[in-house]
Each structure stands twice: as C-alpha cells, then as structure tokens.
C-alpha cells in the first residue's frame, strides 16, 4: 500500500484529549509499589560492601558477623567495579546492620577530579573539537576572549536506592527490578548464569527515581550473582545509601543557565 488514508480528526479516541497519567492517584496517595517494597516468600534480603573503585578486598572472614547472629552468609562477591563483601540474612534491618560491620566508606574529592581535568588540558590531552571550520579569530575581532566554566560532579541521588530482586533456579531467572535497560539486564543475568536469554524472565518495575543512575545494571548483577549462590530462594539486594553515594557513577551538574540543575 502506498497511499495511506489517514484516519478524520472525528474518529479520533485519544488525540487531542487531556489523558489522565494511570499512576497519578498511587503516586499522590503514597500507596504506589515501587521494586524496593517488592517482598515474596521465603525471601532473602542481602547487602555489600564494596571496595573502592578499583579495589579489591584483600581478607575476608566467611563466618557470619558475631554482631548479627541471623545472619546465613558472608561471603565474597565479584562486583562490577573490583570485588565486594555480600551479607544474605533473613530480615532488611539485619542487611544494614552486617554490612557497618564490614568497614568504612570511602568517597572521591571533586577538587582531585578538577586537578586532574586541568592537568590534562594543560598538557594539550583535551581537544574535543569535531570540525574546524572557518576562522575564530576573525569572527571575534581584537582582543583575547577567555571564559573558564566549571561545573561540579555529582551523584544521581535517586530517592529510591540500587536494589533488585533475583530467583535462580537450574532452568530459569527471574529478575524484579526497576531499570531503564531491560534488554541490557537479561543479557547479563543470562551471561552470569549460563542460562539462555529466553530463561530469562525481567519483571520491571516501577522506579522511585533514576536520572539516568538505572541505566547501568551493576545493582541487577550483583544481585543475580548473590541469588546464585542461594538458589531456589529468592534474595532482595537493597544497597545503603553510602554504597549508593560512594558507587554511583557521577554526572556534571548542569548549570542553572540550562534551566536544570
């Protein structure tokens, strides 16, 4: 078919009419249903303590915590930046508790990332022009214009922390989590767990925040690495907030001028 009619504005159904968002009443009433408030039976709830970027943890005691006597492992999980700690127990406030035992937290400095950025400019690395067309200087006229802009790195900060929900049986994944790549996430799962990609089965769920943070699946690996060494029960990896902070992987603030911060 090559002419297409279109169809006459008085069919239309939807078109032109004010449509009511179908998550509106949920989101306002506080009952909305978001991956972190999934819970299923017989659960797990898990959390990790990761090294800092680009470590590994050197020793680790297998045992479970002394301060966290229901706790069912301790054990070392490769993560997707370095190796990390995982704790499986049976209730989230115990998840908490086990992974404060296991160290403290560490953070980048932004005064470091722009050291690092001007040394890098300064030694003539930075050059992200992409044509060469016409003539500056002639455009500009006399004079020397210069104009430095920094912006700040910062963390994405979702309300909602990293957290995914896996079940790992011989024949199949199940994957509950919130992400903005789901494709991605059952590629990986399938990866990890040498299932094919049609065992694995990606319950998306709704997201208490993103800004762009659940476009990596460094959280769902994590997650679908833990339930693989409990399988047939499913785990809730929940990270802290530290761990969300201290892990994210930062974006320039845009500027105000923008009309976004």
């Not at 400095?109 to 690092?116: G, L, P, R, T, Y």
């Not at 930075?126 to 430095?148: L, M, Q, W, Y």
């Not at 530290?242 to 001028?257: I, K, N, T, Y």
């Amino acid at each position: 078919m090559t002419q297409v009619v279109l169809r006459d504005r008085s069919q239309w159904r939807w078109l032109g009419k004010p449509m009511a968002r179908a998550d509106v009443v949920a989101k306002s009433t506080g009952t909305q249903v978001y991956g972190i408030d999934l819970v299923l039976p017989d659960m797990l709830h898990a959390t990790v303590r990761m090294a800092p970027w680009g470590g590994t943890v050197a020793r680790l005691d297998p045992s479970p915590p002394k301060a966290c006597p229901a706790s069912c492992a301790c054990c070392r999980s490769p993560g997707c930046r370095g190796s990390g700690a995982r704790h499986l127990v049976r209730d989230a406030g115990r998840a908490g508790a086990g992974r404060r035992i296991c160290g403290p937290d560490t953070a980048g400095d932004q005064q470091a990332i722009w050291a690092a950025l001007q040394a890098a400019h300064d030694a003539g690395d930075i050059d992200s022009r992409k044509r060469d067309d016409g003539d500056v200087d002639a455009a500009i006229g006399p004079g020397d214009f210069t104009a430095e802009y920094r912006v700040p790195f910062l963390a994405h900060a979702p309300l909602e922390p990293m957290n995914a929900t896996v079940l790992v049986t011989d024949a199949a994944c199940t994957i509950w989590a919130g992400t903005q790549v789901p494709d991605f996430a059952v590629a990986r799962a399938a990866a990890l767990t040498g299932l094919p990609k049609t065992a694995i089965r990606l319950e998306n769920q709704m997201i208490g925040g993103s800004f762009g943070r659940r476009l990596e699946i460094d959280f769902i690996a994590q997650a679908v690495q833990i339930a693989m060494a409990v399988p047939g029960r499913p785990v809730k990896l929940t990270w802290s907030r530290e761990e969300d902070f201290v892990h994210d992987q930062p974006r320039p603030r845009r500027s105000p001028a923008s009309g976004a911060a």
